[in-house]
C-alpha cells in the first residue's frame, strides 16, 4: 500500500508525513514544480493508491485522473467551503484524530518507508527506495553532533519539504535531539536576515545556491552580521 504525500500546508506535512510511515505505508513526496506528464509517470511508477494534495494543486490531478486507475481516494487540503466531496474525493480534515493510542504496527529496520522521485531533468524522474535502516543511518548518526547539534539547538529550515535533504538533515535530526526547527515557506534573500533576527536559529539548513544568492546580495554590516547563527550545513 503506498501512500501520496503532496503539497499540505507546512505543519500538516510534517504530521502526516510521519503518521503515514507510523501506519506502515510508503510515502512518495512530490515535487510541486513537476509537469504534469512526470506526475502522472510518479503515480503510476509507485503504485500510488492515496493522493493527499492541497487544493490549489488539485487541478493539475483531475486532468489525469482517468489514466490513474491505481488511485483508490484521495484527500483535499484546504478546499473551498461549497465544494461537493465524494466516495472518491475526502476532505483532508477527516485524516485528523485526537485519538493518541499506539497503533502497534510493527516496523522493522528492512521495511521501505519512502520514495524519493529525481526531477526528470534528463528523462521520467526516477525513484530511490529508502528503508528504516537507511533513514537511521543518515539522520541521527552521532556525526551529527559535530556540527553543531543539540538539544538547544534551533534549525532554520527553508528547503522544501518534498526534498530528501529536508527530511534527512533537518526534520529528523531536530526529532532525535528533540530540537526546535523553523519551517520557513521558501528561500527568500529579502526575508532571510528578518527571519533570523525574529527566530534566533544556531543553524541554518541549505542549498549550495542559497549562499550564493545571500552573498551576491549581502547587506551592509553590523545590521546583518549580529546574529546567533553559528553552524551552516
Not at 35 to 55: F, G, M
Not at 150 to 157: L, N, P, R, S
Not at 159 to 166: E, I, K, M, R, W
Request: with cysteine; net charge neutral; charged share 20%.
Amino acid at each position: 500500500w503506498v501512500c501520496l504525500v503532496c503539497w499540505v500546508c507546512l505543519v500538516c506535512w510534517v504530521c502526516l508525513g510521519f503518521g503515514v510511515l507510523k501506519s506502515g505505508c510508503v510515502a512518495v513526496n512530490v515535487n510541486t514544480a513537476l509537469r504534469e506528464e512526470h506526475l502522472l509517470h510518479i503515480l503510476n511508477d509507485s503504485d500510488t493508491e492515496i493522493i493527499v494534495a492541497d487544493y490549489q494543486y488539485f487541478k493539475i490531478i483531475k486532468k489525469i485522473l482517468t489514466k490513474l486507475p491505481k488511485i483508490k481516494r484521495i484527500y483535499i487540503n484546504n478546499a473551498p467551503s461549497d465544494y461537493k466531496f465524494d466516495d472518491k474525493i475526502h476532505d483532508f480534515r477527516f485524516l485528523l484524530d485526537t485519538n493518541v493510542e499506539n497503533p502497534k504496527i510493527n516496523i522493522y529496520d528492512e521495511d521501505p518507508i519512502q520514495i524519493n522521485y529525481t526531477e526528470g531533468i534528463t528523462g521520467p524522474p526516477k525513484g530511490v527506495l529508502y528503508r528504516n535502516l537507511a533513514l537511521s543511518a543518515i539522520n541521527i548518526g552521532i556525526e551529527l553532533m559535530k556540527i553543531g547539534l543539540q538539544k538547544e539547538t534551533k534549525i532554520y529550515c527553508p528547503l522544501p519539504l518534498f526534498h530528501g535533504a529536508t527530511q534527512f538533515y533537518a526534520i529528523i535530526p531536530s526529532l532525535f535531539y528533540d530540537a526546535s526547527i523553523i519551517l520557513a515557506e521558501n528561500f527568500s534573500v529579502q526575508r532571510f536576515w528578518e527571519e533570523i533576527r525574529i527566530h534566533r536559529p544556531e543553524v541554518f539548513v541549505y542549498f549550495g545556491g542559497y549562499i550564493h544568492a545571500l552573498l551576491d546580495n549581502s547587506p551592509n554590516p553590523p545590521k546583518h552580521t549580529q546574529h546567533t547563527k553559528h553552524t551552516q550545513h
